[in-house]
């Protein structure tokens, strides 16, 4: 049991209801009661779009939110962050609920509104929340202490409830949550100092780029091609892309389910404003022919169905990078298609004959047995992110998340289970020679051009394409390209 909650409260008038709620004023953290060894906390504000910007940073430390329903009283005639709708005012509640569940499905949210009735709960039920309370009942309580003690043991009761909801049914894995986060400010660097994940980068960058570029070949030419990059991390696809010499025919939406990430990724377009133009939290619909176009969401990538709504089109290329779907739960974003409802998973998103770029652990890796016989020490390991196959962990330096490795012939299973077709030709690994190394060797490379503080040999990258074609099953990497079929 949490000793303490944290309760963000949420309503057009919060300041002026504090006292007849919880009272004394909320507008700073403040402990409004104690009992069963847990003390609650409630900050309280009016501003949905700050604590939806917050929410999508990762910036706020709230364990739950108390939200009301009407926002009529609300000085605003739209919200910035919340998705798309049709809903009024007065029931703006919902539509930042939907938009906070869609961030992150996993955290808590009491609906508290005097709208009483069936009708409001079960709305709020249908939105995604977790529980509902009657507000009318705070405030009909006068200045009775007594009643409002026993009215927020009651609060305190529902909000033990709905962490206890969220945290039974996860979405997505928080542990990995928080070291992502944590791990976000020196993630490059971490990165780009191990030599066989700087020749991988290059690897898969070439793979975006080819396919980019036959992709541009059959877009007409008023439109831009639209890309997601799923798990977009702190914008290595983005950096490249920005440089790319048709830029202002590309529109990215980079997904990522950690604040930490994105906020890096942030700081990196801010420095190239030049090159692109990017909105954080919504649409960019900048007319900027010049400019490579991005928008920036947070959301866990098993949990992608709003995308439908902001782009009903979908999209000609997705990507899921670096290794990704053996971070998250992989079954949910490539379902297989009998099984699950249309909606759900990535393959609802792309357009017919669009494209899906995809990473995995290899566990054929010559990489296993090689640490293991060499017993080499982490700094000489030339991967950055090594997978322990027994545990089904991925160890980055100190840091482990929970990790699947697949063979070729299981990826490809689960790709046309989704729905995609695939061929061998199209699959490949990478990398092998590099991963013979010590890292060491790597410090008489010349600095990366591309990935500053990385060090990198075109010769040897050469050599080690050739060689992964030759023990094609021996890379760290599997990475590929699948199509959806035109219908």
Known sequence: MMNTIRLHFLDDEAHALDEAIFGTSCAKSTEVISCDSTSLFVQSSSDPDLFLSDLLRCKHN??????DIDFSNLNKDELTFTDPSNLSKQQWGFDILRTV????????????????GQVSSFDAGRFGADDFMNKAEFISAGNSDVVRKNLLQLLLARLRNAIAICSERTIYDHEHLATADQFAQNYDQVERSSCATVAYYHYENEMILKTITNLLDTCPSERRLRILDIGCGTGRVQEL???????????VVCVDFSGGMLRCLQNKLEKMNDSCLFSFGSNCHSIDEEKLHLSLFRAPAEHLVFLSERYPDGFDLAIMGFGFLSYVKYSDILPASPNKPAENGIFPLVKGGGKLILSVYNEDSAIYSRVATLEYPDSEIPIAALMDLAEGRLRVGDRYFNCEAFTIKRIMRFLRQAGFSVSGENISTFPTLHLTMCNSLALNFPDDPDFPSGKFNPDLYNLDKDLSRVLSGKGHYIVGIAEKPIL
């Open 241 to 251: 892309l920005a440089r790319h010499n048709q830029r202002g025919r590309l529109e």
């Open 101 to 116: 569940k869609r961030i992150d499905p996993d955290f808590p949210v009491v609906m508290f509104t005097a709208l009483a």
């Open 62 to 67: 709230a364990d739950a939110l108390l939200l």
